[in-house]
């Protein structure tokens, strides 16, 4: 029988409640089908591991990961240390470490999701949004001189190379191509950013010329968010940096209903590396260790791992399950107003999962 090795990594806060649930579901899956199992390693990397060795991981951690099937991530993230530690020492480690290039974030209106949008039906809002993940404003370039002078200066340079977004553009106008309204709308700042921003727009225009059945237009950040919340069904599929893609995917996720339900893929679409599969929510200080987390997000993402290993049948049941336990309010978690618990929408997902 086909064996999936899984990397784990749970992280801080609400990230050891709903891993350890994804993992649960996947396993129910897996025996349910019986046409695949799955082997899991758990690695405890995180804030608890910065206290005690004062890394957040490893230097040499990715070669535990290297020859895993994907990596299951939570949430890089602790009160305690901050943020760009957190950040930079664990999650962007392995999307740099494993050029995870193309970050995919799905957004739909599950059933039963009360989504702030009154006129927006659910049918309306059905994007993927690609996020370029290897460089842009992200890059960490930059640098920081003569600290608490008067003179001192700060700067995070935004780096675009040609290969990188030749790259996403190929990958995103493949993506919009694979979907059935073949509609892609390229997110830019080319007025005020005015020289990556161009090089960005003229390279969209040159990859274009590959896709002809693809029909796409261009957007400015700015102009985009109030898109989203003005004409959702102008839009599929959206490809945009690091930084504005990062924001806009958080708008997205609002918008669809919760935070707490969101996936994420952080994807090397070669294939030379694991990909990594995450909620986009981070580690929830406000109700960690209190079993309140929403667990959808990480399922969801689950589904997008079975995707990524080409087990479709699998990841459709699961998909299945989760809007079936979304569509009762019942099986609500807080984020949503409603009071389940994870443990109890995890036992409703393996329960349906079985057919009970
Ligand atoms: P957050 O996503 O942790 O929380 C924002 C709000 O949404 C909170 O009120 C939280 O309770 C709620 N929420 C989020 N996920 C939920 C879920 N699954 N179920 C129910 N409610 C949920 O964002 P934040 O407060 O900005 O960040 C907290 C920490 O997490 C910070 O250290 C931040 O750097 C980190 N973070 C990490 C990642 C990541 O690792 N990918 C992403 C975002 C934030
Ligand atoms: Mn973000």
């Given at each position: 029988m086909k064996t999936y090795k899984i990397a784990c990594i749970p992280g801080d806060g609400i990230g050891k409640e709903v891993v350890p649930a994804g993992q649960t579901a996947l396993d129910t899956l897996a025996r349910k089908l019986g046409t695949f199992r799955f082997e899991f390693s758990s690695f405890d990397w995180g804030g608890d591991y910065y206290r005690q060795h004062?890394?957040?991981?490893?230097?040499?951690?990715?070669?535990?990961?290297?020859?895993?099937d994907a990596i299951l991530f939570g949430s890089a993230g602790d009160p305690h240390?901050?943020?760009?530690?957190?950040?930079?020492?664990?999650?962007?480690k392995i999307c740099q470490g494993f050029d995870q290039y193309a970050n995919v974030r799905p957004t739909r209106i599950l059933p039963g999701i009360d989504a702030p949008l009154k006129r927006c039906r659910p049918e309306d809002l059905n994007w993927v949004i690609v996020r370029e993940n290897s460089e842009g404003e992200y890059a960490g370039v930059g640098g920081r001189v003569h600290q608490g002078h008067p003179t001192e200066v700060a700067t995070d340079v935004?780096?675009?190379t040609r290969t990188g977004v030749e790259r996403i553009m190929r990958f995103a106008f493949g993506l919009a191509r694979s979907r059935p309204r073949k509609l892609l709308t390229v997110v830019t700042k080319s007025n005020a950013q005015r020289h990556a921003m161009v090089m960005w727009d003229e390279i969209a225009v040159q990859i274009s010329k590959e896709f002809p059945d693809v029909k796409w237009d261009k957007e400015l950040v700015d102009a985009m968010t109030a898109r989203m919340v003005n004409r959702p069904a102008s839009i599929d599929t959206v490809v945009a940096t690091n930084l504005h893609a990062d924001v806009l995917s958080d708008l997205a996720a609002a918008l669809a209903g919760s935070l707490g339900i969101a996936p994420t893929g952080n994807i090397d679409p070669e294939r030379r590396y694991p990909s990594m599969f995450e909620p986009i929510h981070g580690s929830a200080f406000d109700i960690m260790g209190k079993g309140l987390a929403n667990p959808i997000g990480t399922f969801w993402s689950c589904v997008m791992m079975l995707e990524h290993?080409?087990?479709?049948?699998?990841?459709?049941?699961?998909?299945?399950?989760?809007?079936?336990?979304?569509?009762?309010?019942?099986?609500?978690?807080?984020?949503?107003?409603?009071?389940?618990?994870?443990?109890?929408?995890?036992?409703?997902?393996?329960?349906?999962?079985?057919?009970?």
């Open positions: 004062g890394i957040m991981m490893p230097e040499d951690g990715l070669k535990d990961l290297r020859d895993k240390i901050p943020d760009h530690i957190t950040l930079w020492g664990l999650r962007l935004a780096m675009h290993l080409g087990e479709q049948a699998a990841a459709d049941k699961l998909m299945e399950v989760i809007e079936s336990v979304t569509a009762d309010p019942k099986l609500h978690t807080g984020d949503l107003g409603g009071q389940a618990t994870t443990a109890q929408v995890t036992s409703a997902v393996c329960q349906r999962i079985n057919g009970a």
